[in-house]
């Protein structure tokens, strides 16, 4: 599976975020910086202000929750605190969005920053969560490390996200197939709290990629998703000898399925690894479905 969410294949950016089903991936001065070098135990009281360096906008945050994700330990869950970062928080504005996110390095080494998509949907307050792959010697292994009232840095918010426009009104596209693996998943979260009617759609597929059941983040929030329209199908490369359901990945099981009833009424919504695009796009597309309502955040 891949890594950072973030969900496209052209041009190849680097990984946001996780390892988590791809994606798309300096430093601070200590000096200008001191009060990053020290861990804080409470939110910030002062004002936080945006620090101007190498033609980039990082802007202070203290960390509010690390823990992990998935039974084995290898994706956490990041939750950083935007209460003095308001107009961060609004600019976060549609599903899929990413951004860089760095660890002051405390005068140790200092690392590239990492791309990580938003998992949690906008308009959900001053607060950014992600779902971070411990990879290590990066980033993202510094972020799984932190613990509350530590500091990091955030980037601007990039990218436009899903245009989401194109399948919508729900009859646009009464069928709409979703494709996620690894943290991949963290940018169809976002797009399913936040709501693309869902509820009103004939048929809204789930597949979700993930090496065994102990590497797939979220499946406390199955039910939920389940009650918002979704129909979940979990589709595992290394499974154990007592799982039942699909084997392989995620384009595969969709293959073997297909069950497409009216192409011109289909979009796609996809997030992982480029191969798994370039597979679901070519038959989207040989089957009738316009390229216009397959959706990428790229």
Not at 249 to 266: C, D, E, G, M, W
Request: aromatic residues 8%; contains cysteine; hydrophobic residues 40%.
């Amino acid at each position: 599976m891949a890594a950072a969410a973030a969900i496209s294949a052209p041009p190849r950016p680097p990984r946001l975020a996780l390892h988590l089903h791809p994606s798309p991936s300096s430093c601070s001065t200590a000096s200008s910086l001191p009060i990053l070098r020290r861990r804080f135990r409470r939110p910030l009281t002062t004002a936080v202000h945006a620090v101007k360096q190498d033609a980039a906008v990082w802007t202070p945050a203290p960390v509010s929750a690390v823990g992990a994700a998935t039974a084995d330990g290898s994706i956490f869950h990041v939750a950083v605190d935007l209460s003095d970062a308001a107009d961060l928080a609004e600019s976060y504005t549609s599903p899929g969005q990413y951004l860089q996110i760095r660890v002051p390095s405390g005068g140790g080494e200092e690392l590239k920053p990492a791309f990580m998509a938003v998992a949690s949907p906008p308009g959900a307050g001053a607060r950014f969560e992600f779902l971070v792959k411990s990879v290590p010697g990066t980033t993202a292994e510094r972020l799984c490390g932190l613990r509350d009232g530590d500091v990091v840095e955030l980037g601007a918010v990039m990218g436009k996200g899903f245009p989401l426009e194109r399948i919508t009104p729900a009859d646009a596209a009464q069928t709409v197939l979703i494709f996620a693996a690894g943290t991949g998943i963290s940018t169809i979260r976002s797009l399913v709290e936040f709501g693309f009617g869902a509820n009103e759609r004939a048929d809204v597929r789930l597949y979700y990629g993930a090496r065994s059941l102990k590497t797939m983040a979220y499946q406390d929030r199955f039910k939920n998703w389940e009650s918002a329209g979704l129909n979940i199908i979990p589709v595992l490369s290394q499974p154990d000898d007592s799982w039942k359901g699909e084997c392989g990945y995620a384009q595969h099981a969709f293959l073997r399925a297909k069950n497409i009833v009216n192409p011109s009424s289909t979009g796609a919504v996809l997030c992982g690894q480029r191969q798994m695009q370039e597979e679901v796009t070519t038959a989207l597309v040989a089957d009738g479905v316009s390229q216009d309502k397959i959706l990428t955040n790229f």
